[in-house]
């Protein structure tokens, strides 16, 4: 079952920002581990960065440490990405999803996609260089 709806992606030059959300589906964000994730066509899905909401523990990529910063607002049902000094490589399909098992690290979670299959239908981020 589909969890979150993405949205923010968009055509950006390099260097440029962006910020991505995704809205959950149900009325709350209280699972253990929300991720963003990433995947290019014909390559393996990977994990961008992900946060556990009982501690606020985050992971990112190596490659994107110090440029993406992921957050959550409950209020409004919405988890964030927002990216910085973006390059070429950073062209994808972006998704959100959440672990719903607890005891799971953030690390885990954003290491591991292969684990899940409720992909979302994302959102398209191209950096034009």
């Known amino acids: 079952q589909v969890q979150f709806v993405e949205s923010g992606g968009d055509l950006v030059h390099t260097g440029g920002s962006l910020r991505l959300s995704c809205v959950g589906v149900?009325?709350?964000?209280?699972?253990?581990?929300i991720g963003w994730f990433r995947q290019a066509p014909g390559q393996e899905r990977e994990g961008v960065s992900c946060?556990?909401?009982?501690?606020?523990?985050?992971y990112y990529a190596d490659s994107v440490k110090g440029r993406f910063a992921i957050s959550k607002d409950n209020a409004k049902n919405t988890v964030y990405l927002q990216m910085n000094n973006l390059k070429p490589e950073d062209t994808d399909v972006y998704y959100c999803l959440a672990e719903e098992r607890s005891g799971i690290s953030a690390q885990s979670v954003c290491i591991m996609p292969e684990w899940y299959s409720n992909w979302g239908q994302g959102t398209q981020v191209t950096v034009s260089a």
């Open positions: 946060i556990r909401s009982s501690d606020g523990t985050t």
């Open positions: 149900r009325s709350n964000l209280d699972y253990p581990v």
